[in-house]
């Protein structure tokens, strides 16, 4: 039988990550589908179907297909995912603050930076300007991090799921995290949630029915 979810999504992809870690934390079986980025399948006239913007990840569940990976999320948060949702309006705004600042900062500097140096390898000052983007989101983040456990009340939000998910693979990107004591000490604190995987060892890169 098939799972309620199935996740669209490329082992290689921060975004897919996000959606899978908060899906496994949640305890929440789904069916996942690799879609091969290097051979365009993300721009296909069947996957333009599933997600407008030519991008993955893409959540289905039941009739509802999601894109956009922090709103998905949300979604999430509001049904399986409650625990991760944050207690009351205010700590609800500070989350969609974080989520909106790592799509506006963190989300480039880090995972543009990546992309650089592992795949599209531009002229070199183009990488110099987007690591100087994350090098300064990382140095905001510290700052904000010091002297707190989570980024939002006292226990792991989807803010923390979501600025996990974009700095997972920040050494990929040669950001070294030793620089940021206050993200380095709640990094850890992030991978001993209870079933926490990295994202090597979470997404498949093949299809996957679930169990
Ligand atoms: N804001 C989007 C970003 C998704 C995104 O950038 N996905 C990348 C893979 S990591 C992608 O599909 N890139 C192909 C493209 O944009 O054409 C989200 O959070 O879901």
């Known amino acids: 039988m098939a799972a309620a979810y199935t996740l669209y999504g490329s082992f290689l992809s921060a975004p897919t990550y996000k959606?899978?870690?908060?899906?496994?934390?949640?305890?929440?079986?789904?069916?996942?589908r690799h879609v091969d980025l290097a051979k365009g399948e993300h721009k296909t006239p069947d996957f333009l179907q599933l997600n407008r913007y030519g991008q993955v990840p893409v959540l289905r569940h039941g009739a509802l297909t999601l894109c956009q990976s922090n709103t998905i999320l949300e979604y999430l948060a509001e049904g399986p995912g409650s625990k991760f949702a944050g207690s009351g309006p205010t700590e609800r705004q500070r989350i969609r603050e974080?989520?909106?600042?790592?799509?506006?900062?963190?989300?480039?500097?880090?995972?543009?930076?990546r992309f650089f140096e592992r795949f599209a390898k531009p002229d070199p000052a183009v990488t110099d300007f987007m690591r100087k983007v994350g090098e300064q989101a990382l140095g905001v983040l510290d700052g904000l991090l010091d002297g707190k456990r989570f980024l939002v009340g006292e226990r792991p939000t989807i803010a923390d799921l979501c600025v996990f998910g974009c700095l997972a693979h920040m050494a990929e990107a040669?950001?070294?995290?030793?620089?940021?004591?206050?993200?380095?000490?709640?990094?850890?604190?992030?991978?001993?949630?209870?079933?926490f995987l990295l994202p090597y060892d979470l997404l498949p890169k093949a299809d996957r029915d679930a169990a």
């Open 19 to 32: 959606v899978a870690l908060m899906l496994t934390l949640c305890g929440q079986a789904y069916d996942y």
């Open 98 to 113: 974080w989520m909106m600042w790592e799509t506006d900062r963190l989300y480039p500097g880090i995972n543009r930076t």
């Open 174 to 195: 040669r950001f070294d995290i030793g620089h940021w004591p206050a993200v380095k000490a709640w990094w850890e604190r992030v991978t001993a949630l209870p079933g």
